[in-house]
């Protein structure tokens, strides 16, 4: 697929990335190489126009966030046009991103706030706030989200360096908190259905499979991560709640998962973690597709706190996810997790998320899992 499908246009001496109609998989990449190569040319401020922009997965995602992040710590920033009621604009939204990157209705609105520099960084490095947050990305230490100050998290999605800076974020960004009741549902309610779209993919479409079980893993995780960030306390809860031996199961089965992320993070191709040979004339359903052993991965260039969590997810993807299929897992995780986020309290007014809908895996079985073709 040509690269020249993202058009770029100077406007004041800013670079405007005119997005495709989708970015996914296939196109993530070409997006990545352009902001990357304008970042490099000294433009620290440019635009990506996605007034066309009908459909953007998590690998398009996980690019704009690193430009924005690349961006930011120039003193530049990454800025989006997203028209209001778009699909777009709508992910944006559930996923919270909107409160990360600036988004402008219009391109004029967008190009208006630009630096008198054309994007260009005045400064000869980064400013200081970045360069701690830059610190806390390398070092065996993470800078405190509200406070700042230097402390070695205990656990992967820490932010805060005390429940008391997590507690006074929370109060000065919760904002409406029916509308952050309703953007958690949204997102657990998009997990779920990318989970069961799976079980109408068919392993011919070796893409297009490969692509929506990515979405799912990235759906997932996220909602993992954002009970464990900002409802730690019930998400403990529902985990104490299982048995022994199926707390193990859930919480090995999640950290799993955060090693398939963190795989297709580092430009690795899901093929190269899911079996996809085998599979009988009567089962075309990628749900019957099973995770296999990988060799350890290469960590010499994280800390040694961040080698020690990838290890144990390598670990966890070792035990509870080769050999078994993709609808086993995903049932697992999304069961758990959609029947946490139930357990919140709902501000009066919103609407409970909806039942993901499972089957037993086995006669007599309690365990969910979705329905493997």
Known sequence: MSVTRYRVQMAGGVP???????????????????????????????VVDMTGTQFCDSAGLR??????????????????????????????????????IPHFTVLEQALAQVPANGGRSRSSGPRLGSQVRERGAVADGRACERCGVAFVPQREHARFCSTGCRAAWNREHMGDPAVEASALQWSVTAMSEAAGRL??????????????IGEAVWWITMVDATLVRHHLRVYDVAMAAQAPAERRLIEETLAGLRFVRNW?????????????????????????????????????????????????????????????????TFGRAVTFLTLTARTLPQPRGSARTRDVETVPSQPGSKRPYLNAQ
């Open 264 to 328: 297709m993070g580092r430009q690795a191709g899901l093929d190269e973690v899911i079996e996809t040979s085998g599979m009988s004339a009567g089962n075309r359903g990628v749900t019957g597709w099973t995770w296999k052993g990988v060799p350890e991965p290469v960590l010499t260039s994280l800390p040694p706190r961040g080698q020690a969590w990838e290890i144990a997810r390598y670990q966890a993807y070792q035990a509870c996810l080769v050999g078994h299929t993709i609808g086993q």
């Open 63 to 100: 690019e704009l966030v690193r430009a924005h992040k690349r961006a930011r710590a120039e003193g530049g920033e990454l800025r989006l046009v997203l028209p209001v009621g778009g699909a777009v604009r709508r992910v944006f939204t559930v996923t919270g991103l909107d409160r990360l």
């Open 16 to 46: 405007v990335v005119t997005a495709p109609a989708e970015i996914d998989m296939t196109t993530a990449g070409q997006l990545r190489a352009i902001l990357l190569q304008w970042h490099t040319r000294g433009h620290v401020t440019v």
């Open 199 to 212: 079980a109408g993919v068919r392993v011919w479409d070796r893409p297009r499979a490969l692509a929506a």
